[in-house]
């Protein structure tokens, strides 16, 4: 059986290729709440960068939160640091031209993923497979991982600005667990830049007096380097963390069954908040069985409804879940976009990845995982304190009924339908 030290010791890249997380000692971690605590830490940590920043983002929006964030990646690249950002085509799509102005001339390069900039993009299946990662590694000794969007907490983008802000978190860690999340943010940015860039410097290299010389520099620009090593003292944080990522690739369930892993083991209680939850029948059995042996499993999700289709799918599965005696709670602040558990007392995740089928079966998503009694009580009292602010469900919406049924058989259809235009099959 592979272990951790297994993993360190070998190939840099070698955790990609195992089916189980692994986690990594000697790590830093900080919970970050909200854009107020995030995007403070993320511009200090440019704004020492020396060597390199990496960023991928579904959305990086146009407003001042981002502009600040867009400014320090200028700096950073204007003194000479190498600047690469990676952008999600549909989540950045309205706000693109304006982040190309604020890094123009910088020396940053910005990729697009699956970009849509002309109207047969939009009919394209793979469109449906969207770059949903929030990272960001800087020298390769810092990251940041999380659900957190380039945009302002106070900003929704389709029902504009609120007094409250968005209910959200990130991590930011030191450590062995980064070298992971460098490699993946490498290799997103440079899978972009290819199928972005490629057919059209391929032609100018076959047009060109020297296309020997053109090829050797692009593929400086575009290779893969090993990560730098942790930052120094590494070696005394205690913290044991694993980066878990979603892909199309090799890891395609990997979150899924970090998910169910845990809660399988849970012995007194499983803590989820997520804004877009619609989980397939293996999640939903785990999280029944636990409730049915004793553990208390409470959900906080959606109580201001972003989208309408999104709720609908999470409340027509309340009845099935109050019945096994699963808790159930909406977030009445503001609106919720966080992504966590908290898993007994040590086990806790945060990330980009809901538990809905886009995020578990399409997406590109990234957790970490974190085993820490001292992060896990956090973002555990993190939970206990949005639960204030909440009302709890007692009686689901639609109970067994015409409506129930009408309900459970229009979500089930129309998540059904977008999986097979995404290319998929089987049952969710």
Known sequence: ???????????????????????????????????????????????????EVWLATYIFHHDT??????????????????????????????????????LDGSGASLVIFRPLERWW????PGQLRRLHTKLCVVDGSFGFVG???????????????????????????????????EQTVRAMWTRAAFGHDWRAEVASMARSAEPLTQARRLLRRLRILPALPPAEGAEGRPVRAAFVVRDNLRQRRSIERAYIEAIRGAARRVDIVCPYFYPGRAFRRTLIRAARRGVRVR?????????RMAGLAARVLYDELLAEGVQIYEYQAAFLHAKAAVIDDEWATVGSSNIDPLSLLLNLEANVAIHDEGF????????????????????APYQKGAWAVLGRGFVAWAAHWYLRMAGLSGRY
């Open 1 to 51: 059986m592979n272990t951790a030290s297994d993993v360190r010791s070998a190939h840099p890249a070698a955790w990609y290729a195992l089916p189980q997380p692994q986690y990594l000692g000697g790590n830093d971690t900080q919970l970050l709440r909200g854009g107020d605590e995030y995007f403070p830490a993320l511009i200090a940590r440019i704004d020492r960068a020396t060597h």
């Open 65 to 102: 939160a981002a502009e600040a964030v867009a400014a320090a990646l200028a700096r950073a690249a204007r003194r000479g640091v190498r600047v690469r950002v990676v952008v999600d085509g549909f989540g950045t799509h309205k706000a693109l031209p304006q982040l190309q102005r604020w």
């Open 121 to 124: 993009n939009w009919l394209q």
């Open 147 to 181: 659900g957190i969007n380039i945009i302002d907490d106070r900003n929704d983008l389709n029902h504009g600005l609120s007094e409250a802000p968005r209910l959200d978190f990130a991590v930011s860690l030191a450590g062995p667990v980064v070298a992971p999340i």
């Open 299 to 307: 959900l906080l999700l959606q109580g201001k409804l972003d989208y």
């Open 376 to 395: 896990a009580g956090e973002l555990l009292h993190a939970f206990e304190t949005a639960l204030t602010q909440s009302q709890q469900i007692t009686v």
